[in-house]
């Protein structure tokens, strides 16, 4: 089970947002590698990958985004949101079967 | 350009089937597994299954292992999701998705999306 706190943020632009991610057992990998992603979908958009593996920043993602964490906790950092940050963020790990997700992050501007 | 193309939207009533596509453009099925992904309104995202069309292997969720089954025809770089005993709970937005060049649960390529509606 993927626990995502907080489940709304209202963010000021130009400031900061953070999400976290939790998991209810340690998400590395028999192979070494600890899957967990960031997604971020805008409304009427599919979802798009921000970050994967932990920290990795995905091409074209401004480095505005951040990833962090380890074993069972995980955090996505926003630096200087923007307007176009708006939307739902959700973790991802694919580390066991069955794939899951978090519940989702609302990101909205204040 | 490397892209998915999904079928129209369906309404179906409770109880019936539904069979939706994704095609794929600029990029080749059989290199990477074909996720399902569904969001339904207010819900999250929920993993139905993936197929490798190379050796026409499947792997279903368990929520839904005993009402669904994902084929693809390779020589028409398409895939299918095929959902039975629908109920209005299946109501969502159906997604293909792949991750084509980050491995792993890096679903970097995701289909616009098909809307099915299940309503008596």
């Known amino acids: 089970v993927m626990t995502q706190t907080p489940l709304s943020s209202p963010v000021a632009l130009g400031q900061s947002a953070s999400i976290s991610c939790r998991s209810s057992?340690?998400?590395?990998?028999?192979?070494?590698?600890?899957?967990l992603s960031w997604l971020h979908q805008r409304p009427g958009q599919p979802p798009r990958l921000l970050i994967y593996k932990i920290s990795n920043r995905f091409s074209g993602v401004p480095d505005r985004f951040s990833g962090a964490g380890a074993g069972t906790e995980f955090t996505l950092k926003i630096s200087r949101v923007e307007t176009e940050d708006v939307g739902v963020y959700f973790c991802?790990?694919?580390?066991?079967?069955?794939?899951?997700f978090g519940q989702g992050t609302r990101l909205e501007i204040k | 350009q490397v892209h998915f193309i999904q079928s129209g939207a369906e309404v179906k009533r409770p109880g019936a089937s539904v069979k939706i596509s994704c095609k794929a453009f600029g990029y080749s099925f059989s290199s990477h597994l074909l996720h399902w992904v569904r969001r339904a309104p207010g819900r999250s995202l929920e993993w139905v299954g993936w197929i490798n069309s190379d050796y026409g292997v499947t792997k279903y969720s368990p929520k839904f292992q005993d009402r669904v089954t994902i084929n693809s025809e390779s020589s028409a770089n398409t895939a299918y999701l095929d959902l039975r005993s629908l109920t209005v709970d299946d109501t969502a937005t159906y997604y293909c998705?792949?991750?084509?060049?980050?491995?792993?649960?890096?679903?970097?390529?995701w289909g616009p999306g098909t809307v099915i509606t299940v309503s008596s």
């Open positions: 057992q340690g998400l590395v990998h028999s192979d070494g590698g600890t899957y």
């Open positions: 991802m790990q694919s580390t066991h079967f069955p794939i899951t």
């Open positions: 998705a792949a991750g084509t060049t980050k491995g792993r649960g890096a679903f970097d390529l």
